[in-house]
């Protein structure tokens, strides 16, 4: 049986074995953080192992669990070039990299999503989400076992979408690579080869299946082809139908085309309106009209290729002023401010004992409008700094209990921290903390939104009473973290981010956390000079049994005139 530690990685043109590594740094004003991971691929003629290595930050205290792949991936022998040479050359794309989805998106969708949600009583959210929530190992095991029969009857039915022999024939004169990457099993994969001709697979330099550590909608995935290509995620393509498919695509950097139509999401009735952070950088009815488009260059790059903060087809003018006199003006202020400071003993004591950055001449995402399309969801830079700091842990694959169940792995194989997302809202963010193999539940005064995408959600009203805490606690247990991402403008101060800082609030908040737990915050507080705002924290949090161990000031805010201050502090208690 082949392991979920196992990628189901099939790749052709490898030259030689060794290390393909490849740092970048995505451009925006959002910030983001630098990544950087290793990746080393080892093939014998149809055997491949790997061991990849996961990192977030160049300068990062995170540090993701090494994962070994000891057991060997048996696949098809795939021949180093096309099976059908090009007879001649196209214009190079935009991008140098296309992936594709595959059900709904290459090949027509045979599985039957209705049956398949009857059938593990999951009536609404990612199947895999909310999966992941529940505790009942043999329930897990029984559910996977229901969909992969499910599954194999699909593929058994597997045919070409329409449009899509022309699409890969002109891709296959493109020098761009071309990937797949689906939720679907290896044997499925072999269905739609098999469907549209096995002269075709060779056209695709990597397919990764359900079998690789890393799937969608986590953002890892999409960051093996960028590594594995040594291509920056803003000049690839992801193609899909779902909402997944752009969420995870939009949270990597990468351009999205939204095939429409299709997806899972169409079960009972019509496609929901996509939630923020899940817009398309463009969409298309057909393989026809994608295939058309690219053709044209009708498209544009990924958010991380515009420094300016542009994040769509249709460059804003307006708003790229908008960003660029508001980073200038911060610049300044942070300068004026900067100056005034007393600079006395005590003063540089603190800022010794504290790691604090002012970070004036960027935005944070928040800055952003997470609906407009291509556009990474709020918050986005926010947990990267966090994963980079190593205040939270990813776990080394998406979803580790539901390898767990499936293959009998230990319950710490993939540890990942237990989280508290306070003000979950619509769930975006929760999702993406659950993608990267956390096991969050978020806490909203009204959580239904994000309950309706299938994630752990608790009702919290209050943080400022005692046992206020106790829904999300009995969920999930003692946690190793408690995120909270303020809203900005006039909406700042609001619901749970108005009481986060209140002492009574900070008592609950130490209660619920493990000893050396983490309270991760970004909001809005009143303007002041960084050592006055680091002073005005310690205030609140000592008293609460928190250390106040990183800060960040990003911007003076517009319209409120306060600072966006970042911040890390531990429980000791």
Known sequence: ???????????????????????FKMKSSTRMSEYRRQCVHYTTQSRLSSLTRCSFGANSLQKFHSFSKNSIFKCSAVSAEPATPAQDTVMPLVYDGVIFDMDGTLSVSCIDYQLMRNTIDVPVGDLFTVMETWTDGDRIKKSMDAILEIEAVAAARSEAMPG????????????????????????????FFAA????????????????????????????????????PPH?????????????????????????????????????????????????????????????RRDTALGWGAYSTGTVSIDDDVDRIGEINKLNESCT????????????????????????????????????????????PPPGLDFLDWLFASGAVEAASCSFPRIDGSRFGTPPDQHPGSKVLHLQCGNGALTKLLFSAGLLVVGADP????????????????????????????????????????????????????????????????????????????????????????????????????????????LCRSIPTGNDRVRLIASSSL
Request: with cysteine; net charge negative; hydrophobic share 40%.
């Open 196 to 231: 549209i001709g096995e002269e075709w697979r060779g056209v695709f330099d990597i397919l990764l299946t359900r079998e690789h550590p890393h799937v969608k909608p986590d953002k890892r995935c999409l960051l093996y082809f960028s590594d594995a290509w040594g291509i």
């Open 164 to 191: 899509l022999l022309e699409l890969l024939a002109y891709l296959q004169k493109s020098p761009a690579k071309i990937g797949l990457v689906t939720r679907n099993t290896p044997q499925s994969v072999d269905a």
């Open 235 to 295: 000049k690839l393509l992801m193609v899909g139908d779902s909402t997944e498919d752009v969420e995870c695509g939009n949270a990597a950097g990468t351009a999205t085309s939204l095939i429409a139509g299709g997806g899972n999401e169409l079960v009972g009735g019509e496609a929901p309106l996509p939630p923020p952070g899940a817009v398309p950088t463009f969409s298309v009815e057909s393989l026809h009209e994608l295939l058309d488009r690219l053709i």
């Open 1 to 23: 049986m082949t392991s979920l530690h196992t990628p189901a990685v099939l790749m052709h043109s490898v030259a030689h074995c060794g290390a393909l590594k490849h740092q």
């Open 332 to 375: 300044a202020s942070d300068n004026d401010t900067t100056s005034s400071s007393s600079g006395s003993d005590s003063d540089a004591s603190i800022m010794s004992a504290t790691s604090l950055t002012a970070s004036t001449s960027s935005l944070s995402s928040m800055d952003l409008d997470a609906a407009a399309p291509g556009a």
């Open 446 to 553: 009204e959580p239904t939104a994000a309950t309706k995408r299938g994630l752990y959600t608790a009702k919290v009203e209050t943080l400022h009473q005692k046992g206020g805490l106790d829904d999300a606690l009995t969920k999930v247990g003692v946690l190793d973290a408690a995120v909270l991402l303020g809203e900005s403008g006039v909406n700042a101060g609001k619901g749970l981010e108005g009481q986060v800082l209140l002492p009574e609030a900070l008592i609950e908040l130490a209660r619920v956390l493990r000893p050396g737990g983490n309270l991760c915050l970004e909001l809005e507080m009143e303007a002041g000079n960084e050592v006055d705002i680091m002073n005005r924290l310690m205030d609140l949090l000592q008293p609460a049994g928190f250390e106040l161990k990183m800060c960040e000031v």
